[in-house]
């Protein structure tokens, strides 16, 4: 448990002990797209203190939510274990509650293009891609990003991804957001498999 304790025997308040403190749900969701290396969360994080960061990381290894594992030389990165992996749901439904309900951007806010990932993840609606199987790759100066749905099921991921069916030339916001013509961002895949991507969203 963590130092800040409700002492209620509820769920919610058990779970908020865990995962309420300040920065924790926001390292969940920036772990949500893979590992992350200490600086990268601390760029990430824009505002949350070094010593605070590792006070965080520290709770939610001792908690079983986040673990290290080894990357490079001797280097490592923070991962989300089964547990915390668990906690995509909850992490979602706050993400489209927001959608829903919160401006979409606040004056003087700082974004990482990343973290539209998450957003994305939080507006899909499986039933509007039933049948449809795609890989779209975005790339960009700012970010490469993968997402996949199959089967109904959406997954997401940093990095380049193999035989991609799309491949965006800009960023989720530059899609969704900013496009006057989507098709035209597109480098490789077919209008008729990026109409189908983007219509899978509630966006």
């Known amino acids: 448990m963590t130092k800040r304790s409700y002492k209620q025997n509820c769920a919610l308040a058990l779970a908020s002990d865990l995962v309420g403190e300040r920065w ?15 600086n990268e ?6 505002g949350m203190g070094t010593n605070l960061l590792a006070a965080r990381l520290k709770q939610l290894e001792a908690a079983g939510i986040v673990e290290k594992t080894e990357v490079g030389a001797g280097g490592h990165a923070y991962a989300l274990t ?26 003087g806010y700082y974004h990482q293009d990343d973290w539209d990932l998450v957003a994305l993840k939080a507006a899909f609606e499986p039933q509007r891609s039933a049948g449809l199987t795609v890989r779209t790759q975005f790339i960009s100066d700012d970010i ?29 916001e530059d ?10 961002l597109m480098t490789s895949g077919s209008q008729k498999k990026l109409d189908q991507f983007m219509s899978s969203f509630a966006l």
């Open 24 to 38: 924790s749900l926001l390292l969940i969701r920036d772990l949500l797209t893979g590992p992350k290396r200490y």
């Open 41 to 46: 969360l601390g760029q990430s994080l824009q």
């Open 82 to 107: 089964a547990m915390g992996r668990a906690l995509e749901p909850a992490v979602l439904a706050l993400a489209r509650w927001g959608l829903t309900y919160l401006p979409d951007k606040v004056e």
């Open 144 to 172: 490469s990003a993968w997402v996949e749905i199959r089967d109904q099921e959406m997954n997401i991921g940093l990095g380049v991804s193999e035989e991609p069916d799309i491949t965006i030339d800009g960023t989720i």
């Open 175 to 184: 899609l969704f957001v900013d496009a006057k013509d989507p098709v035209a």
